[in-house]
């Protein structure tokens, strides 16, 4: 189904379709006629399906913004997951993890050794000197903010510190590393050379992902990666930027028991920041972090 230069655009802008996505389509089959790996249209979030997101990460930011005040010594998973869910749906959104592939709470918790989806259970209880990852998602009309952050529950370790701050560090070049046309490889490449620098390991099995209209949407998003591989970044893109960094070892493990868990197979720390960007005509906006 060919659209007419002078029909309108299949994004919905209500222009032309000449005067809209005509030369960014028209880029993209070139490129993917040299072999290159392209975007599908559906990863290309249109104006209404940004607004919608755009609404949705101001619930999540706010949530994130509201349990940062909580996340002191004595503080318990199952009071985390209670401010989320009643913080989120005060605001009018909902927590997209709960029963999420049958995710049994309203977000993840990860301490320390976990490396992600950590479970915010009553036997968790924060006490000074732990690292934690708070990672929130937020569903409004349908439409998905997902970010976390990284809280040092009072005084911490300097090692410990210095990972939380590294692998902030890493988010912000992998954010600075994209660029319309470029290449998601790009941005693994800036953040696994700034891990590998300070002598972390970046997860493999676990990365990001597309999102916006769903939880996880296509691309899958790797972190060990070079520049110029992986799929080209076009205009309208939505994805998370969300390594899992790790002290020691590369490897992880699954808690068997509740097929969920992640953790370092060796026990060394792990730290994760999670932003949400949209790749735009000269850069690259951040949607919710
Ligand atoms: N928020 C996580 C991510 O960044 C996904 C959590 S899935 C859940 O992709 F089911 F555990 F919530
Ligand atoms: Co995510
Ligand atoms: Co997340």
Redesign the pocket.
């Known amino acids: 189904m060919k659209i007419g230069r002078n029909d309108p655009c299949w994004c919905g802008s209500g222009k032309k379709y000449k005067s809209c996505h005509c030369a960014n389509d028209e880029k993209m089959e070139k490129l993917k006629s040299m072999g290159e790996l392209v975007p599908t249209q559906d990863m290309l979030k249109t104006p209404e399906q940004i607004e919608g997101v755009k609404k949705a990460a101001v619930i999540n930011t706010a949530v994130l913004d509201y349990i940062s005040d909580f996340m002191k010594p004595g503080v318990t998973g199952d009071q985390i997951d209670k401010l989320v869910y009643e913080k989120t749906t005060e605001l009018g959104g909902i927590c997209a993890p709960y029963q999420y592939e049958g995710y049994p709470y309203h977000v993840c918790t990860s301490v320390n050794s976990q490396v992600c989806h950590g479970f915010p259970t009553e036997e968790l209880v924060l006490k000074e000197g732990d690292i934690i990852n708070v990672d929130c ?1 937020t569903i409004l009309d349908g439409y998905f903010a ?1 970010a976390s952050r990284m809280f040092c529950i009072g005084e911490v370790s300097a090692e410990r510190k210095k990972l939380v701050d590294v692998v902030k560090e890493c988010c912000d070049l992998g954010l600075a590393a994209v660029k319309p046309w470029g290449h998601m490889g790009d941005v693994g490449a800036a953040i696994c050379e700034h891990a590998h620098k300070n002598g972390y390991k970046v997860v493999r099995e676990i990365g ?2 597309g ?1 916006g209209c769903e939880f996880h949407e296509d691309p899958w998003v790797g972190y060990n990666t070079r520049p110029g591989t992986e799929i080209v970044l076009v205009p309208g893109m939505m994805f ?1 930027i ?1 390594p899992m960094v790790n002290a020691g070892g590369q490897e992880i493990f699954i808690d068997k028991d509740n097929g969920w868990e992640a953790y370092t197979a060796d026990g060394s720390d792990s730290a994760q920041w ?1 932003y949400q960007v949209l790749v735009t005509e000269d850069g690259c906006e951040v949607i919710a972090r």
């Open positions: 998602t997902d990001g992902h999102v998370t969300e999670e």
